[in-house]
């Protein structure tokens, strides 16, 4: 028996669900095996030493032992060496243009994050506007190519794999800021975009209830296992299960609830 690439991986994580909606679209979610991480202890040291020390995740194990880093490039590989027609799109221009919609993932998961962890009342309007205009710019990249839509292309493809676990990972603006995309033909094409990729049946590895118990600490500034000051448990711990705990306090400039409130002591 062939052995199976490893991914080691914590289940919410955006850039790991990249590489779960690949493989659903594949229909090879078989052909790699998940190894949970649990983000709030320290890294197991025959990980560590499997990484060379770095703790990013996810990371691949490819099926001969050689180590691969960045989800892009995971993404990417799995694409290429799971059996079966890849996702990317097999027309050069076309893997161009998927590409350079693909480059403006990383400025826009940026400013995602930056906003929900900004802890300055005074400083929210900087952030709504910079992830603003990054939603203009991909707005008017999709007009441009395809106004019709919904996808940059006539399908689900690449591109839709690498946005659309932000896209859900943004239920948190939705939650701890009160964001919403305006209307207008500004916004019209992406937002088309951005309600077809989340309702994909290949993306439901994440609900927003999900999204919102397990980013509370990233609302408080506090991000990849780290504990917001007065609290001892992570809002990203296995146990008590988040399905079990209530819904967090929405206004994330309060200060944080006690990790009793939160559900977090069984």
């Not at 980013?215 to 711990?237: H, K, M, T």
């Amino acid at each position: 028996m062939t052995k199976k690439h490893i991914v080691y991986h914590i289940p919410v994580c955006p850039f790991s669900q990249r590489l779960e909606i690949m493989l659903a679209l594949r229909g090879k979610q078989d052909a790699v095996e998940f190894r949970v991480v649990d983000i709030t202890k320290p890294r197991d040291p025959e990980l560590l030493a499997k990484t060379r020390g770095t703790t990013a995740l996810p990371v691949l194990e490819t099926s001969d032992g050689r180590i691969l880093k960045e989800s892009l490039v995971i993404l990417r590989y799995l694409d290429e060496a799971v059996d079966g027609p890849m996702l990317r799109r097999s027309d050069p221009v076309e893997h161009a243009i998927e590409s350079m919609l693909i480059a403006r993932e990383g400025p826009f998961t940026m400013a995602g994050y930056l906003f929900v962890m900004n802890q300055d009342r005074a400083r929210r309007e900087e952030r709504l506007d910079k992830l603003l205009a990054l939603y203009r710019d991909i707005n008017d990249f999709l007009v441009d190519q395809n106004p019709q839509g919904p996808y940059l292309f006539e399908d689900f493809g690449l591109a839709e794999a690498v946005f659309t676990p932000m896209f859900k990972r943004f239920w948190f603006l939705d939650y701890y800021e009160d964001f919403e995309l305006p209307s207008g033909n500004d916004y019209d094409r992406v937002r088309a975009w951005r309600e077809a990729c989340m309702a994909h049946p290949a993306t439901t590895q994440v609900t927003e209830e999900e999204i919102v118990k397990l980013y509370y600490d990233y609302a408080l500034g506090a991000g990849n296992g780290a504990l917001p000051e007065g609290r001892s448990v992570s809002s990203f711990v296995f146990e008590p299960h988040w399905q079990s705990r209530p819904m967090p306090p929405k206004d994330k400039y309060a200060g944080t609830a006690t990790d009793s409130e939160l559900g977090l002591i069984a």
